[in-house]
């Protein structure tokens, strides 16, 4: 898959064009372009209702890490690349190329009033807050990856520095599952920190907590699917994308 980053005009916000498609059709980033599909996991997807694509997490992850609102974005398949399993190499992609600001007042999705969801144990509450904030508590019952909790409140810089190069991650005994339903063709030891009992297999941990570090990514991922960044606290707890 082939992926393109193009300028925008301001105010155009974050659109994704599907050039391997007749008519190139476009999705939008906001609130209607989420997929809840249950047979859809372990990604974020968006949709026009005709076309899908997948695994945009971390993306736009970065696209809130660098404060970019308005940008083209071409594909010519279903699923965006998964490169080393982080948000690092779109990050440096992006400042390699440069960032232009334009002449319009940034929008947001300020948190006026506390709002959650939960669900099998898992939960997701944000709170008001002047910046944007994430306290996040990773539990799986799993001998080789312990319980983490990390919190940090948000920038440009944090997050380059703190949850951009964090990888994603999956448990040795979920890999031949996945395998089975077709998904993680292009994993490995390299871009997937796999988990066994004893710890991460054939690979060297970033961060020690880098389990969830990774989630915040995700997290930030997700909630951009707005099509604007959030002002608020979160307070997430084993929460995933269907969250």
Same mark, same amino acid.
């Given at each position: 898959?082939?992926?393109?980053?193009?300028?925008?005009?301001?105010?155009?916000?974050?659109?994704?064009? @599907?050039?391997? +498609?007749?008519?190139?059709?476009?999705?939008?980033?906001?609130?209607?372009?989420?997929?809840?599909?249950?047979?859809?996991?372990?990604?974020?997807?968006?949709?026009?209702?005709?076309?899908?694509? $997948?695994?945009?997490?971390?993306?736009?992850?970065?696209?809130?890490?660098?404060?970019?609102?308005?940008?083209?974005?071409?594909?010519?398949?279903?699923?965006?690349? %998964? +490169?080393? %399993?982080? %948000?690092?190499? #779109?990050?440096?992609?992006?400042?390699?190329?440069?960032?232009?600001?334009?002449?319009?007042?940034?929008? #947001?999705?300020?948190?006026?009033?506390?709002?959650?969801?939960?669900?099998?144990?898992?939960?997701?509450?944000?709170?008001?807050?002047?910046?944007? =904030?994430?306290? #996040?508590?990773?539990?799986?019952?799993?001998?080789?990856?312990?319980?983490?909790?990390?919190?940090?409140?948000?920038?440009?810089?944090? /997050?380059?520095?703190?949850? &951009?190069?964090?990888?994603?991650?999956?448990?040795?005994?979920?890999? =031949?599952? +996945?395998?089975?339903?077709?998904?993680?063709?292009?994993?490995?030891?390299?871009?997937?920190?796999?988990? %066994?009992?004893?710890? $991460?297999?054939?690979?060297?941990?970033?961060?020690?907590?880098? /389990?969830? @570090?990774?989630?915040?990514?995700?997290?930030?991922?997700?909630?951009?699917?707005?099509?604007?960044?959030?002002?608020?606290?979160? /307070? &997430?707890?084993?929460?995933?994308?269907?969250?």
């Amino acid at each position: 898959v082939n992926v393109h980053f193009k300028p925008a005009g301001q105010n155009e916000g974050i659109k994704f064009v @599907r050039v391997d +498609l007749p008519g190139k059709p476009e999705i939008k980033l906001g609130e209607a372009c989420v997929v809840t599909d249950p047979n859809i996991t372990r990604c974020t997807a968006i949709s026009n209702g005709d076309v899908v694509i $997948v695994t945009v997490e971390h993306l736009t992850s970065v696209l809130w890490g660098v404060g970019i609102d308005n940008l083209i974005i071409e594909i010519d398949g279903d699923e965006l690349p %998964g +490169l080393d %399993g982080s %948000g690092l190499e #779109y990050l440096k992609a992006f400042k390699n190329a440069g960032i232009q600001e334009q002449n319009a007042p940034k929008q #947001y999705y300020s948190i006026q009033e506390p709002i959650g969801v939960a669900q099998n144990g898992s939960s997701l509450l944000i709170t008001p807050s002047d910046g944007f =904030k994430i306290s #996040y508590t990773l539990n799986y019952d799993h001998p080789g990856l312990q319980s983490q909790f990390y919190s940090l409140t948000l920038n440009e810089e944090s /997050f380059e520095r703190e949850i &951009a190069p964090c990888r994603t991650f999956v448990l040795e005994k979920e890999t =031949k599952e +996945l395998r089975a339903q077709g998904l993680g063709k292009g994993a490995n030891y390299t871009n997937t920190l796999v988990v %066994g009992d004893e710890g $991460v297999l054939d690979n060297t941990l970033r961060f020690p907590d880098e /389990f969830v @570090r990774h989630k915040i990514l995700d997290c930030i991922g997700d909630l951009f699917l707005l099509g604007f960044p959030i002002r608020g606290h979160i /307070f &997430a707890t084993k929460s995933g994308h269907a969250l």
